[in-house]
T-cell receptor, first 112, second 113 residues
Framework: SQQGEEDPQALSIQEGENATMNCSYK?????LQWYRQNSGRGLVHLIL?????REKHSGRLRVTLDTSKKSSSLLITASRAADTASYFC????????????FGKGTTLSVSS | SAVISQKPSRDICQRGTSLTIQCQVD?????MFWYRQQPGQSLTLIAT?????????ESGFVIDKFPISRPNLTFSTLTVSNLSPEDSSIYLC??????????FGSGTRLTVV
């Protein structure tokens, strides 16, 4: 069953602009992860934020986590055409050995 | 992080036949999983591949239709049996450790005709 819900479902921006995607989830988590998928290919792991962390950075990516609201956001700064892809949040529940549960994803289109 | 080689990358199969997908990990991983991604949709977990024992299937997925093997900590296969057009999807394997993030194979795009 789906755990996360991304918002918006689709986002179109110009190169150089920032893109913000949000993810909400339902149950308590061990960590939350963001992945990118280019055009139906394999997923690329972007960033993992643990339940006791509030913010994490990796290059042009910034992820926040608010466990009280059960929500996370992914910010991509100074976007590029190569950032065009689908972005998924995935939650890892508080149980050892459980699989990730994926949200529905946000499709980002960056035009030059 | 681990690197996963998945094959085939795509296949076109006849109804009623089966397709076996293989995933090879370049290092031992505790957990391996199989997902299905229908066109334009998110990933749905099919099963957890358990090393040396039967896979653990999610609701809606059964062993007769999706038999899985995992003979060791670096290899797993998923077979999609008795194919129908509804099985046309991308199938992905995943492996790793939940504390560090999971790696995914590049996916197998299956078309059933």
């Amino acid at each position: 069953s789906q755990q996360g819900e991304e918002d918006p479902q689709a986002l179109s921006i110009q190169e150089g602009e920032n893109a913000t995607m949000n993810c909400s989830y339902k149950t308590s988590i061990n960590n939350l992860q963001w992945y990118r998928q280019n055009s139906g290919r394999g997923l690329v792991h972007l960033i993992l934020i643990r339940s006791n962390e509030r913010e994490k950075h990796s290059g042009r990516l910034r992820v926040t986590l608010d466990t009280s609201k059960k929500s996370s956001s992914l910010l991509i700064t100074a976007s590029r055409a190569a950032d065009t892809a689908s972005y998924f949040c995935a939650t890892d529940l508080n149980q050892a050995g459980t699989a990730l549960i994926f949200g529905k994803g946000t499709t980002l289109s960056v035009s030059s | 992080s681990a690197v996963i080689s998945q094959k085939p990358s795509r296949d076109i199969c006849q109804r009623g036949t089966s397709l076996t997908i293989q995933c090879q990990v370049d290092s031992q991983v505790t957990m391996m999983f199989w997902y299905r991604q229908q066109p334009g949709q998110s990933l749905t977990l099919i099963a957890t591949a358990n090393q040396g024992s039967e896979a653990t299937y999610e609701s809606g997925f059964v062993i007769d239709k999706f038999p899985i093997s995992r003979p060791n900590l670096t290899f797993s296969t998923l077979t999609v049996s008795n194919l129908s057009p509804e099985d046309s999807s991308i199938y992905l394997c995943s492996g790793g450790d939940s504390n560090y993030g999971y790696t995914f194979g590049s996916g197998t795009r299956l078309t059933v005709v």
